[in-house]
């Protein structure tokens, strides 16, 4: 089992910066490849965000490409989200997931280990 804790979120305005971070206990948090996917009201969970175990491998949604920026740190079992230049659109709620995954994976199915979530809100 692995244990997921969001935190980090919040209001913030349209062109600031947030980050999020996700904490993990429980099984070697290097031995999985993790995911941050949103979700807003009335939406599908969607994903935001993907890195590989040692962090050499990283995919993004068209969506954040180039504003959001995913890292982790293995020695602190923590991976982050780098929110820049957020937009309204961005509003929603911020899940990390783990998978046992060897490649790039982007559907939630896929994820095993998921986290309770932490609300952005991003005002204009």
């Known amino acids: 089992q692995v244990q997921l804790v969001e935190s980090g979120g919040g209001l913030v305005q349209a062109g600031g910066s947030l980050r999020l971070s996700c904490a993990a206990s429980?099984?070697?948090?290097?031995?999985?490849?993790m995911g941050w996917f949103r979700q807003a009201p009335g939406a599908e969970r969607e994903f935001v965000a993907g890195?590989?175990?040692?962090?050499?491998?990283?995919n993004y949604a068209d969506s954040v490409k180039g504003r959001f920026t995913i890292y982790r740190d293995n020695a602190k079992n923590t991976v982050y989200l780098q929110m820049n230049s957020p937009k309204p659109e961005d509003t929603a709620a911020y899940y990390c997931?783990?998978?046992?995954?060897?490649?790039?994976?982007?559907?939630?199915?896929?994820?095993?280990?998921w986290g309770q979530g932490t609300q952005v809100t991003v005002s204009s």
């Open positions: 890195i590989s175990r040692s962090g050499g491998n990283i």
């Open positions: 429980g099984r070697t948090f290097s031995n999985y490849r």
């Open positions: 997931a783990a998978t046992q995954s060897l490649i790039a994976v982007t559907s939630q199915h896929q994820y095993s280990y």
